[in-house]
């Protein structure tokens, strides 16, 4: 056997939905990131709840991840059809562990080096509790090759099965035992990619969505109403969730159309509300999306990309609603478009567009995508800082000040800075009637030439002011480089793992990443391009929506587009291959 | 009794662009005669309108009011209700858009039961866009987009909203501002959802169903000997009456339903919008640092 290759491996469970993959993969997870391991975690799943192939990918490491990586080392397949369509993707060297008796094409694994490791994963569920048990016999088995301490992959046992009585956690434990020694007799010395635990602090294990959520109740939303829409749908539930207490009141509302309306209701009102869908329900809000923006009234909105158009590729990844977004809704009005590339940034991101919201009184869209949503990342505690989330609710006059109004309260005040002091209904001075209609100082509608044209330049004018909030692209890797990676959201992660590997094979490469993309960074943009040799945006979709905006921003045009729009998120070495 | 508020304190200075005759006058002034009887202030109320002629009625009061987009008013209404429920939630809205763009929101409202009082002007038309069959128009209706008459079965909105489960149905005439204002005031002290249904004649663009269609056809529920509006049979039957005769007044009522937000636990210590105003000083650093430990 090759030298032995310590902490730095991908293992890929794969078989049918309803099969338990995800359930099986997360424990593994907890199990592995437990014993001081770093892990990146990604999903792939069909939009069907039973039968069809689904797999969850995980990376382990002993240093931060941002991107899973192929080709992967050790593949647990619980269906036979997971090993055709996983055999491309393993290395040599790798292996597939598969409940024996499954009818596999031994040559063609023999052929690429990657070796079968047969195990009777049904028969140890039997022997030692029930069928069911087979996934939790091949974690083990999985453990035991990788001579992983089962002591971690019990402690998940317990947490998992407990509410279900003690003979089922003392019979999986049993299963796992038995499955782990076998597989460890086996094939532990035939198996080169081992898996050693490490003394590190407990780190959390979180996805886009969970860090969006945390980052939204820091910032002070207790209003959520949604509805349910892959991938965006784990927000309102796990805000759902949270004990009453903490006063966040969630609605499921009857369509995308009602979910907005409400949040632009209780932000009216004076609550810090959201709403969070993906791109087909992003399309039925537009219209609200004006409203919010006419009546000058703070709006979060979470928009968790999947593939289009239409229906798409429901469960699957894509970032093809840049310029929608940006654009969305009929005439011109402020906004900004916030797209985070990390768990860390989509907390901040969260609480930030709250505070951009408030200040600006204008909707503010955060734009993930499945990919950034849905996969799981260890990050260390600290990592989401409570004591870092400012509040800051912008001109919103209190009640002293409102008592203090001598002429009447201009809820559409034309200022300096195009912001017009805020009032919540309630007070007897603050009493407006707000109208999508155009309207004048006071909110009554009016056509009148004169007030247009000054309301239009107030309300444009917030933009100018939000743009100094703006975040320039961040660049990761050398000052200079011959190569610059440009993108913007999830495409972060893979994009900065292949700077890395470029890197690291000779060559020079940096990146670009864009996370503030409206209003648009336009000045630092063109400088930075300026000082680049040579250019490629690197983005999940067709049309090079990125690359559009910054030409149409700076004039600048990137000297090549790498695109991948077949739902599925790029890997780093994807990338390399690209560039090649 | 010392009251704090009379109809005038509603009053604004602005033009109001309705014409002449308009069944919405009588709606807006009944409004402020419910108001003022109830003793509500400018201050504590809320009118959320859509769009269209009767949806402009917020910009003609002195009141909290927010003229949104069509059809969507009862859904920004209720996000405000549960923002903050010490304000007394109205919704006034035309029958296209209550009934027609705004139809999904209408049902899901009926059962959700949110302390909120919808008054829809019912004219039978579309007057702003300048006379297109409704929702509401009876079948054979002709206008400009039913040249040969209106072929769908008009939508009746006091079956559908007892339907839907709706716990507070009445209808009023805009020639009866005073009844219509006892029976707006009815409906907004009711606890939970509550429908009126105004027969508004638009005088310019509906030459059928005018004031004097409507006054020969109507006749008072409190008049009729023994009805019960807690009688959800007897309301059935009466919310299928249309054409020779048309019943107005309450309909339905059903008392004691818990509303909505009644039942949210997450309101129990306080409103989002309360709350906010609490968090804004100080945030519960701990708390949230112990949600941490679920990721761990």
């Keep these: ?580 | 009794m010392v009251t704090k508020v009379d109809a005038r304190t509603y009053d604004t200075t602005v033009e109001i662009t309705w014409c002449a005759g308009c069944g919405d006058f009588a709606i807006l002034r009944a409004l402020k005669l419910a108001l003022a009887d109830l003793d509500i202030a400018p201050h504590e109320v809320l009118i959320v309108s859509g769009i269209g002629c009767g949806s402009k009625l917020p910009d003609y009061m002195n009141a909290n009011g927010y003229m949104t987009i069509h059809g969507r008013p009862l859904a920004v209404a209720t996000g405000a209700k549960l923002a903050n429920p010490d304000l007394h939630v109205l919704v006034v809205n035309g029958d296209g858009d209550g009934y027609g763009i705004g139809g999904n929101h209408f049902v899901h409202t009926c059962r959700r039961n949110p302390n909120i009082t919808q008054i829809v002007e019912n004219n039978q038309i579309y007057g702003l866009t300048k006379g297109q069959y409704s929702p509401t128009s009876d079948a054979g209706f002709i206008t400009t987009t039913s040249p040969d008459g209106a072929i769908e079965a008009a939508f009746n909105p006091m079956a559908i909203a007892l339907a839907a489960g709706a716990t507070f149905v009445g209808r009023s005439f805009s020639g009866e501002p005073k009844h219509m204002a006892e029976i707006i005031a009815r409906g907004i002290t009711h606890q939970g959802y509550a429908l009126i249904d105004v027969l508004q004649p638009c005088v310019t663009f509906n030459r059928v169903n005018t004031y004097a269609w409507y006054r020969e056809r109507i006749y008072h529920l409190e008049e009729e000997q023994g009805y019960d509006p807690s009688d959800r049979t007897a309301a059935w039957i009466k919310a299928q009456e249309w054409g020779e005769r048309i019943p107005v007044g309450v309909i339905y009522q059903a008392e004691g339903v818990p509303t909505y937000e009644e039942q949210v636990r997450a309101m129990e210590g306080g409103s989002p919008a309360g709350r906010l105003l609490e968090l804004a000083k100080a945030s519960p650093t701990e708390e949230y640092d112990r949600l941490k430990e679920q990721f761990v």
């Design chain 1, 1 to 580: 056997m090759a030298d032995a290759v310590i902490n730095d491996m991908s293992i890929l469970i794969g078989g049918d939905a309803g099969q338990g993959i995800e359930s099986s993969g997360a424990g593994l997870c907890q199990a592995f990131a437990r014993g001081g391991l770093q892990v990146f975690a990604m999903q792939d799943y069909r939009s069907r709840i039973r039968g069809g192939h689904n797999f969850y990918q995980l990376r382990l490491s002993e240093r931060p991840m941002y991107s899973h990586s192929n080709p992967v080392h050790l593949v647990l397949a619980l269906t036979a059809e997971a090993v055709p369509l996983h055999i491309d993707n393993i290395a040599p060297g790798g292996a597939v562990i598969f409940p024996e008796g499954l009818e596999l094409d031994e040559e063609t694994c023999k052929e690429r080096g990657v070796q079968c490791f047969a195990m009777p994963l049904a028969s140890i569920a039997e022997e030692h509790g029930s069928r069911i048990m087979t996934n939790t016999a091949a974690l083990g088995a999985a453990a035991g090759v990788c001579e992983w301490p089962l002591s971690y992959m019990e402690d998940i046992i317990h947490q998992n099965f407990q509410a279900k009585g003690p003979g089922v956690v003392e019979s999986n434990l049993a299963v796992a035992q038995a499955a782990y020694d076998l597989a460890r007799q086996r094939y532990a010395t035939a198996f080169r990619y081992k898996l050693q635990p490490l003394d590190a602090p407990p780190r959390m294990l979180i996805n886009g969505n969970e860090a969006i959520s945390l980052g939204a109740l820091a910032g002070g939303c207790r209003f959520i109403s949604a509805y349910p829409m892959t991938p965006a749908t784990s927000i309102i539930e796990w805000m759902a969730a949270l004990p009453p207490e903490l006063g966040v009141v969630t609605k499921h509302a009857e369509d995308e159309i009602a979910a907005v309306c409400m949040a632009i209701g209780a932000s009216y009102a004076g609550a810090r509300a959201m709403t969070a869908t993906s791109g087909g329900g992003f399309s039925l809000m537009v219209e609200a999306l004006g409203l919010a923006g006419m009546t000058e009234v703070p709006l979060v909105v979470v928009e968790a990309q999947r593939g289009g158009p239409s229906t798409g590729l429901p469960t699957r990844t894509e970032q093809a609603d840049l310029l929608f977004v940006i654009n969305a809704s009929q005439g011109e009005f402020p906004r900004l478009v916030l797209a985070p590339g990390t768990v860390e940034e989509c907390f901040e991101a969260a609480w930030r567009a709250f505070n951009l919201a408030e200040r600006y009184q204008c909707p503010v869209i955060v734009l993930t995508d499945q990919f950034l949503a849905t996969s799981l990342r260890t990050l260390e505690k600290e990592a989401i800082d409570f004591s870092s989330v400012i509040i800051d609710r912008g001109e919103l006059l209190s009640a002293e000040q409102l008592e203090s109004l001598e002429d009447g309260y201009r809820r559409f005040a034309f200022t300096d800075s195009g912001i017009s002091p805020r009032a919540i209904p309630g007070h007897p001075k603050g009493v407006y009637a707000a109208a999508s209609d155009e309207h004048d100082e006071y909110g009554h509608i009016t056509e009148e030439i004169e007030n247009r044209r000054r309301m239009m330049d107030k309300r444009m004018q917030k933009l100018g002011a939000a743009a100094r909030e703006i975040r320039p692209p961040k660049r990761y890797g050398p000052d200079q480089a011959d190569l610059t990676l440009v993108c913007w959201g999830s495409a972060c992660g893979p994009c900065r793992e292949a700077v890395d590997l470029i890197n690291s094979d000779g060559g020079s490469a940096n990146l670009i990443h864009f996370s503030d993309l409206w209003p648009f960074p336009a000045e630092e943009t063109a400088s930075m391009l300026d000082a680049c040799r040579r250019t490629v945006a690197v983005e999940q979709n067709y049309t090079s929506q990125l690359a559009r905006l910054i030409r149409m921003s700076t004039g600048r045009s990137v000297d090549r587009t790498v695109n991948k729009y077949d739902g599925r998120p790029f890997s780093p070495e994807d990338i390399v291959d690209e560039l090649r």
